[in-house]
């Protein structure tokens, strides 16, 4: 355990150095910023002050060994544009979109599971058509469409949730009253009202992962209760229920597990849209903003974090794995 | 004399599939006495395991129980409700699968499947359904129970899973255990010992065998009566000495004809010229004509099975008694 661990932290220090140069050659390959944030009536003198400034006069490698010696230090590059910490920016947003998509995912089990676990066991009733019906339509409805819809009804017309933004928000230690609300890393799902604005992004978030993991149970069940395994276990004399909830679920928990952890990161690195359509300040909406003024070093910080974090997820989900499935010995297995 | 275990009268179990009704079992009879082995034979398709369902209640759909009776100690299980056949499955009656590798369950460990086994059908305490989980372990010829309480399947070999299997078969000591060729995905040692061990076993206990196999060898050995499938049909029931030493019906001597040798046990079947028809279109006469060396005229109508000598019953126009071989 401890050598597969030591061996796969050996392996994500390789993979994020490899990730940092593609990274950091393809940001400086999209365009100069220069070009945008550098006011065009400046003079050549006051040009090249502030290109020297941002170290951008500097050859691409000695660039890039300046932002490898300062990363390690923690150091991820200052904002061109906020003129602040790139890392610190992005962790500020992070809290925002790290609820958004936990609560997804929440959500997406909370929902998806049971209703699968309906249609896989009884597939031919009119229930889990429409089930499967609706599932469809949870793949195919364009996420943003769905946001909109959800704004212009429960927002407009209804009135019942608010449209827009994170509401009020808490930190932990404020939330158990330790401390001020307003210290440390700010979440909406710790207040009422944060709640409240959260739900709309969550479902539009979570729309699509709910359809994945109602498929995904279904199939499971489906191909699982055709085990010999499953009929022994009926053979034993065991209650349909013991049958369905230890035999069946466990089994098709792994397949589950696996799908939707690895979703999660996918999930944080692209919420882009539903940010965008719900104005929630989180970490899609500053890289979308920094993309388009060419914020180097934030551009590079976020897929720098995104890389990171997926690495750690995979590394939880394959440890959940192992933990699920007895078969699965983490010694013998590669990445 | 007291009733027999299992008496199963013109069983019928069909399949109701899209591309018709398969007949799967279609008019199947036999006995089993108490503390008797019952050894039911037939090729691939004829029927075996679906008769082995019906008996412990697992068909499934589209597969149905259409006609007949299966009376366990007297009491009609084709008309028991599922609540009746759950407390007799694992318990009174149990059931032991083809194929080692696949029947038990891979993520949960050998004691949770055998406590949750003996907990369905007894009020005891988790520590004495681990006891018994364990004695009965060593019962079965498992090394060191404790330990192997605490293993995976896939710890095992197939043949110690298959031993688990058994173990959790007797843990009732059930009355009757229907036993689907649980040597045939073994190797011919393992199978040995483990068909010595059954029988040593089910002796002791008083406990009545249905042993399906498609190797004649094997039943020559174990069981005191054979009923031969064909079909979906019983063609050929009687006592095993009698049926081996002197078959009958123009199938079972086709069986017996293709086994090489008796000592040779676990050699796969030489093949009876012709292959078994579908069960989906059977044409109408006796099954087994369009391979059958005595067919005749009077085989285009349908064989009724019928006792044509004591104890010995069988379905066919034209049996291979000596009157028969006579009139031929
Ligand atoms: N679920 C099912 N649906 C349709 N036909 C089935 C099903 N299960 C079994 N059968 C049919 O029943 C017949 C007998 O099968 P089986 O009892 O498994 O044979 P055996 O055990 O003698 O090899 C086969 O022809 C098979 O096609
Ligand atoms: S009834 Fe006719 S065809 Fe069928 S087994 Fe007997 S002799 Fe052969
Ligand atoms: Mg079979």
């Given at each position: 355990?401890a050598?597969y661990?030591?061996r796969?932290?050996?392996q994500?220090?390789?993979?994020v150095l490899?990730?940092s140069?593609?990274?950091?050659?393809?940001v400086?390959a999209i365009g100069?910023?220069?070009?945008?944030?550098?006011?065009?009536?400046?003079?050549?003198l006051e040009?090249?002050?502030?290109?020297?400034a941002l170290?951008l006069?500097?050859?691409?490698?000695q660039q890039?060994?300046v932002f490898?010696?300062n990363a390690?230090?923690?150091?991820?590059?200052?904002?061109?544009v906020?003129?602040?910490?790139?890392?610190?920016?992005?962790l500020?947003r992070?809290?925002?979109?790290l609820?958004?998509?936990?609560?997804?995912m929440f959500?997406?089990i909370?929902?998806?599971?049971?209703l699968?676990l309906y249609?896989?066991?009884?597939?031919n009733?009119a229930a889990?058509?429409?089930i499967?019906?609706?599932?469809i339509?949870?793949?195919s409805l364009?996420?943003?469409w769905?946001?909109?819809m959800l704004?212009?009804v429960f927002?407009?017309?209804?009135?019942w949730?608010?449209?827009t933004g994170?509401?009020?928000?808490?930190s932990v230690?404020?939330?158990i009253?330790?401390q001020?609300?307003?210290?440390?890393?700010q979440?909406?799902?710790?207040?009422?009202?944060g709640?409240a604005?959260m739900?709309?992004p969550?479902?539009?978030?979570a729309l699509?992962?709910?359809?994945l993991v109602?498929r995904?149970?279904?199939?499971g069940?489906?191909?699982?209760m055709?085990m010999d395994?499953?009929?022994f276990?009926?053979?034993?004399?065991?209650?349909?229920?013991?049958?369905?909830f230890?035999?069946?679920f466990?089994?098709i928990?792994i397949?589950?597990?696996?799908?939707?952890?690895?979703?999660l990161?996918s999930t944080?690195a692209?919420s882009?849209v539903?940010e965008s359509v719900?104005?929630?300040?989180?970490?899609g909406k500053?890289?979308?903003d920094?993309i388009?003024?060419l914020?180097?070093?934030v551009?590079?910080?976020?897929?720098?974090?995104?890389?990171?974090?997926?690495?750690?997820?995979?590394?939880v989900?394959d440890l959940?794995?192992?933990?699920l499935?007895?078969?699965?010995?983490?010694e013998?297995?590669?990445? | 004399?007291?009733?027999?275990?299992?008496?199963?009268?013109?069983l019928?179990?069909?399949f109701?599939?899209?591309?018709?009704?398969?007949?799967a079992?279609d008019d199947?009879?036999f006995?089993?006495e108490r503390g008797?082995?019952l050894g039911?034979?037939?090729?691939?398709?004829s029927?075996k395991?679906?008769t082995?369902?019906?008996v412990?209640?697992?068909?499934?759909?589209?597969?149905?129980?259409?006609?007949?009776?299966?009376?366990?100690?007297?009491?009609d299980?084709?008309?028991?409700t599922?609540?009746?056949?759950r407390?007799?499955?694992?318990n009174?009656?149990a059931?032991?699968?083809?194929?080692p590798?696949?029947?038990?369950?891979p993520?949960?460990?050998i004691?949770?499947q055998m406590?949750?086994?003996?907990?369905?059908h007894?009020k005891?305490?988790h520590?004495?359904a681990?006891q018994r989980?364990?004695?009965?372990?060593?019962?079965?010829g498992i090394?060191s129970p404790?330990?192997?309480?605490?293993?995976?399947?896939?710890?095992?070999?197939?043949?110690?899973?298959q031993?688990?299997a058994?173990a959790?078969?007797?843990?009732?000591?059930p009355?009757?255990?229907?036993a689907?060729?649980?040597?045939t995905a073994?190797d011919?040692t393992?199978?040995g010992?483990?068909?010595a061990?059954?029988q040593k076993?089910a002796?002791?206990?008083?406990?009545?065998?249905?042993?399906?196999t498609?190797?004649?060898?094997?039943?020559a050995g174990?069981?005191?009566d054979?009923?031969v499938?064909y079909?979906?049909?019983v063609v050929e029931?009687?006592?095993?000495?009698d049926?081996?030493d002197r078959?009958?019906?123009?199938?079972?001597?086709?069986?017996?004809?293709?086994?090489?040798s008796?000592?040779?046990?676990?050699e796969?079947?030489?093949?009876?010229p012709g292959?078994t028809?579908?069960l989906l279109?059977?044409?109408?006469?006796?099954a087994?004509?369009?391979?059958c060396?005595?067919a005749a005229?009077?085989?285009?109508?349908e064989p009724?099975?019928?006792?044509?000598?004591p104890?010995?019953?069988?379905?066919?126009?034209?049996?291979?008694?000596?009157?028969a071989?006579?009139?031929?």
């Amino acid at each position: 355990m401890a050598v597969y661990l030591v061996r796969r932290l050996m392996q994500a220090l390789l993979v994020v150095l490899a990730m940092s140069i593609i990274v950091f050659v393809g940001v400086y390959a999209i365009g100069d910023p220069v070009e945008i944030l550098i006011s065009p009536d400046a003079d050549q003198l006051e040009r090249e002050r502030a290109i020297r400034a941002l170290g951008l006069d500097l050859p691409l490698w000695q660039q890039y060994l300046v932002f490898l010696t300062n990363a390690l230090q923690g150091d991820l590059g200052r904002s061109f544009v906020f003129n602040e910490p790139a890392l610190k920016l992005i962790l500020q947003r992070m809290p925002a979109t790290l609820e958004l998509a936990f609560g997804a995912m929440f959500l997406s089990i909370l929902i998806g599971l049971p209703l699968g676990l309906y249609a896989g066991l009884r597939p031919n009733s009119a229930a889990s058509k429409t089930i499967m019906a609706g599932s469809i339509l949870g793949f195919s409805l364009p996420t943003f469409w769905v946001g909109l819809m959800l704004i212009m009804v429960f927002a407009v017309q209804l009135g019942w949730l608010p449209s827009t933004g994170r509401g009020e928000t808490c930190s932990v230690l404020g939330f158990i009253g330790l401390q001020p609300c307003s210290a440390g890393l700010q979440w909406s799902w710790l207040t009422g009202d944060g709640l409240a604005h959260m739900v709309m992004p969550a479902i539009n978030l979570a729309l699509f992962k709910i359809s994945l993991v109602i498929r995904l149970t279904r199939a499971g069940v489906r191909e699982t209760m055709l085990m010999d395994y499953v009929k022994f276990a009926r053979a034993k004399g065991l209650s349909a229920s013991r049958v369905t909830f230890v035999h069946v679920f466990k089994n098709i928990l792994i397949p589950v597990v696996t799908v939707v952890g690895l979703e999660l990161g996918s999930t944080i690195a692209f919420s882009v849209v539903t940010e965008s359509v719900f104005a929630w300040p989180g970490m899609g909406k500053l890289i979308i903003d920094s993309i388009n003024v060419l914020d180097r070093p934030v551009i590079v910080a976020y897929l720098m974090i995104i890389v990171m974090m997926f690495i750690t997820i995979n590394l939880v989900v394959d440890l959940t794995y192992s933990l699920l499935d007895p078969r699965v010995r983490l010694e013998n297995k590669g990445t | 004399m007291a009733a027999p275990t299992l008496e199963v009268r013109n069983l019928r179990t069909h399949f109701f599939t899209r591309a018709g009704v398969v007949r799967a079992v279609d008019d199947v009879s036999f006995t089993v006495e108490r503390g008797k082995v019952l050894g039911l034979v037939g090729e691939s398709g004829s029927g075996k395991t679906v008769t082995g369902f019906s008996v412990i209640g697992l068909v499934d759909p589209p597969g149905r129980i259409v006609g007949g009776q299966i009376l366990f100690q007297g009491r009609d299980l084709a008309k028991a409700t599922e609540a009746e056949m759950r407390d007799l499955r694992g318990n009174r009656i149990a059931m032991i699968f083809q194929d080692p590798m696949m029947t038990l369950n891979p993520v949960l460990r050998i004691d949770t499947q055998m406590i949750e086994t003996v907990l369905a059908h007894k009020k005891v305490s988790h520590e004495q359904a681990r006891q018994r989980a364990r004695d009965t372990l060593g019962m079965v010829g498992i090394p060191s129970p404790d330990e192997r309480l605490k293993s995976y399947p896939h710890q095992f070999s197939g043949g110690m899973r298959q031993r688990v299997a058994i173990a959790i078969a007797l843990l009732h000591e059930p009355d009757l255990i229907v036993a689907d060729e649980p040597t045939t995905a073994l190797d011919v040692t393992i199978q040995g010992q483990i068909l010595a061990e059954v029988q040593k076993l089910a002796q002791t206990t008083g406990t009545s065998l249905i042993w399906i196999t498609h190797d004649l060898s094997v039943v020559a050995g174990l069981a005191d009566d054979i009923a031969v499938m064909y079909a979906g049909r019983v063609v050929e029931h009687g006592a095993v000495s009698d049926v081996l030493d002197r078959p009958l019906h123009p199938y079972t001597a086709g069986l017996i004809g293709s086994v090489p040798s008796r000592n040779k046990r676990g050699e796969p079947l030489r093949q009876i010229p012709g292959m078994t028809p579908s069960l989906l279109s059977l044409p109408p006469g006796c099954a087994f004509r369009s391979r059958c060396p005595r067919a005749a005229e009077a085989c285009l109508a349908e064989p009724e099975i019928n006792e044509i000598l004591p104890g010995r019953e069988v379905r066919c126009f034209r049996p291979l008694t000596e009157t028969a071989e006579q009139a031929a």
